[in-house]
């Protein structure tokens, strides 16, 4: 029997890993992160929100979240396309195409079997509080780049 | 000479259209596998190559890939698996099935090129 404990951690860690590489592959150079924090509860509280479920092996969920500036200047670089061409749409599929690649990237990382991901919801907004109810806890990493941060929730 | 890219993520297909713009493709794009079925049989004889999208609502990559592959009209089409799945059974499944590439998520333009060239049995 494998030790929920130990594939979270191996989880996390391949979150971490595939996050730093998917950022530094899209020419944002040196990305750092934060040590990771344990929060009381899973919240959305940015602009723009890609939220991923994670099925199988384990389960929970994971939310990659920005401003609406950080997030049209990451869909940027990956299209080659000037920030003030995006519209929200574009912003709401970028968010989502993102979140679907960290989490993919994590799962094949991980290696831990039997693990599979929902296609991604994507929120934004300014006046929205959206919480998903848990007993898992509920981990935070904090990415920066130039002058942008990422933050990713990760409950599994 | 076309390029038909299968993937329900626009900021995907609009980099994969960069790219086989840049190679001199006219890239037509499709947002699930259903449309991307029905582009293919409009235009079998001009469509070079297709990139497909492995998670998409509707019909899957996998379940696309198979009915180009048991259409004897566009069987003989070159796909290329373009998909953020990386586990070793995702990319056996989709060789079984007549994937001719496999190109996981992200990449760089210059990747892309690379692969759609090789692809199409012209680069490395």
């Known amino acids: 029997m494998a030790d929920p404990l130990e594939h979270r951690r191996i989880l996390l860690d391949a979150l971490q890993g595939v996050t730093l590489q998917i950022l530094e592959s899209e020419s944002w150079g040196t990305v750092t992160c934060d040590a990771v924090k344990v929060l009381p509860s899973f919240q959305l509280t940015r602009e723009v929100c890609g939220v991923v479920h994670i099925l199988g092996a384990l389960h929970g969920l994971v939310a990659v979240m920005a401003t609406q500036r950080t997030v049209a200047a990451i869909i940027g670089t990956i299209t080659g396309s000037q920030t003030r061409e995006l519209t929200q749409e574009d912003i709401l599929d970028g968010i989502a195409e993102l979140a679907n690649m960290v989490c993919g990237n994590m799962k094949s990382r991980a290696q831990i079997g039997n693990l599979a991901i929902t296609p991604p919801v994507a929120i934004m907004g300014t006046e929205f509080i959206a919480q998903w109810k848990t007993v898992l806890p509920v981990h935070q990493l904090t990415f920066h780049m130039r002058d942008h941060t990422l933050v990713v929730l990760a409950s599994v | ?124």
């Open chain 2, 1 to 124: 000479m076309k390029l038909l890219t299968i993937d329900d993520s626009k900021t995907i297909r609009r980099v994969i259209a960069g790219v086989g713009s840049v190679l001199g493709f006219e890239v037509l794009e499709a947002e699930n596998g259903a449309v991307g079925l029905e582009i293919l049989r409009e235009q079998t004889d001009e469509i070079k190559l297709v990139l497909l999208d492995w998670n998409m609502p509707g019909l899957n990559g996998l379940e696309v890939l198979q009915a180009i592959k048991a259409d004897p009209r566009t069987q003989q089409i070159p796909v290329m698996m373009v998909t953020t799945e990386g586990e070793r059974e995702y990319i056996i499944k989709a060789i079984q099935a007549g994937a001719v590439h496999y190109q996981t998520k992200p990449f760089s333009q210059e990747v892309m090129a690379a692969r759609i060239m090789e692809a199409l049995g012209a680069g490395g």
